[in-house]
């Protein structure tokens, strides 16, 4: 009911920067909380940042300060500025747009395919 695509992954050298984006289309009663995993080969998929209808931002120690989540609303979309990459970074960048269906219902998650973010030394 919600499909969620995403782009802007490819490869850069420590220090680069990356913008991703990703898009939620479909019907939804409403678009509640989305945010952006990622998972590296042989690891658990880990919350990279996530951003409340009201803007509320949350990041994992290790990208603070370097990575922005940001949304519009009016797009349905969410992206993920990436400053000062570094080789540890790299992983599939997944994300994920919790929604309702209706108006007290259970949030339901819809996940995108994945972008590949990689960091060269």
């Known amino acids: 009911q919600v499909n969620v695509v995403e782009s802007g992954g490819g490869l850069v050298q420590a220090g680069g920067s990356l913008r991703l984006s990703c898009a939620a289309s479909g019907y939804a009663f409403s678009i509640n909380t989305m945010g952006w995993h990622r998972q590296a080969p042989g690891k658990q998929r880990e919350l990279v940042a996530g951003?409340?209808?009201?803007?509320?931002?949350a990041y994992a120690d290790s990208v603070k300060g370097r990575f922005t989540i940001s949304r519009d609303n009016a797009k349905n979309m969410v992206y993920l500025q990436m400053n000062s990459l570094k080789p540890e970074d790299t992983a599939v960048y997944y994300c994920n747009v919790n929604y309702r269906t209706s108006l007290g219902s259970s949030s339901f998650g819809a996940w995108g395919q994945g972008t590949q973010v990689t960091v060269s030394s």
């Open positions: 951003i409340t209808n009201g803007g509320s931002t």
